[in-house]
């Protein structure tokens, strides 16, 4: 009959193996999915993805000039629109001496 010590011999070596392989994989994994990791990741993600938003929209206002300036002058009229309501005298009227007697 044959010996099984080779047999088994061998099926350790492989499971040995394989834990090596298992715990170097959770190791590697314990490190990338780590909070400081993460965040790293993210913000390099984030600046890679701004810088390239940042470069599409110069070239875009190189290339159309005229609506970039009507969005900006939208934005400025929005921001300022209750100044310039009470400029050309839309803004909130004052009551009407005559009416409120009347009353």
Request: charged share 30%.
């Amino acid at each position: 009959m044959t010996d099984p010590t080779p047999d088994v011999a061998a099926a350790q070596a492989k499971a040995d193996l394989a834990r090596r392989r298992l715990l170097s994989t959770a190791a590697t994994l314990k490190e990338r999915l780590s909070p400081g990791s993460l965040a790293r990741t993210a913000t390099e993600k984030l600046k890679d993805t701004g810088t390239g938003l940042a470069r599409s929209s110069v070239e875009t206002v190189k290339e159309h000039p005229l609506p970039a300036i009507g969005v900006v002058a939208a934005i400025a009229a929005f921001f300022t629109r209750k100044p310039l309501a009470r400029l050309f005298g839309r803004g909130k009227a004052k009551p009407d001496p005559i009416r409120s007697r009347r009353k």
